[in-house]
Structure formats: structure tokens, C-alpha cells
């Protein structure tokens, strides 16, 4: 069983920036693939970013240019840096990971104000 905690969400001023993090824990195998995804109200979730193992990245076209995915193997870490927000990037944001399967976080709440 993996457990994974997301951090860093929070209310922000349009064209700022947030930094997300996500720590994975527990019975950890290895972790391949990461990402993030966010759901807003009354929207389907949807994936923002994902990062292998090996650091190939792979990006939702509204978030290119200004959000940037990263990853640290040995602590099993994902980050998600976001800048240049917008009133749009408001949601929950999940960080997820495959290892032997599925696991998702609880979500952290990113609240842009225009």
C-alpha cells in the first residue's frame, strides 16, 4: 500500500505562483510513473502533468510554459511548480503514482483570484 500527501496549495493572486509538492510512503515497490491532476467544480478531472521515472515529462496544452513537473526518485517526491496562474487553474489538484498500481492522494485545494 502506498500512501501519498500532497502540500503546497493555497490562495493566490492572478500571475502568481504555487508550488505543489507530493510525498509518497508505505510499501513502496517502485514507483513509476507521476502526476498531477486537478478537478474543478462540475468538471471532470483531468490530467495537468505527468513525469516518468526516467524524467520524460508530458504536459496538458493549458498549463505549457507556465507549469514544470519534477520528480526526486530516492525520496519518491513529485513537484509541481505552477506560475502565471489564472482565475482557470482553480481546482483540487491530486497528485497520483503507478506502482504495482494506482494510488491517489486526497487532494490540495489551488484557488486563483482574479
Known amino acids: 500500500q502506498v500512501h501519498l500527501v500532497e502540500s503546497g496549495g493555497g490562495l493566490v493572486q492572478a500571475g502568481g505562483s504555487l508550488r505543489l509538492s507530493c510525498a509518497a510512503s508505505g510499501s513502496i515497490f517502485v514507483i513509476t510513473t507521476m502526476g498531477w491532476y486537478r478537478q474543478a467544480p462540475g468538471k471532470q478531472r483531468e490530467l495537468v502533468a505527468s513525469?516518468?521515472?526516467?524524467?520524460?515529462?508530458n504536459y496538458a496544452d493549458s498549463v505549457k510554459g507556465r507549469f514544470t513537473i519534477s520528480r526526486d526518485n530516492a525520496k519518491n517526491t513529485v513537484h509541481l511548480q505552477m506560475n502565471s496562474l489564472k482565475s482557470e487553474d482553480t481546482a483540487v489538484y491530486y497528485c497520483n503514482c503507478y506502482s504495482t498500481t494506482l494510488y491517489w492522494g486526497q487532494g490540495t485545494q489551488v484557488t486563483v483570484s482574479s
Open positions: 513525469i516518468t521515472r526516467s524524467g520524460i515529462t
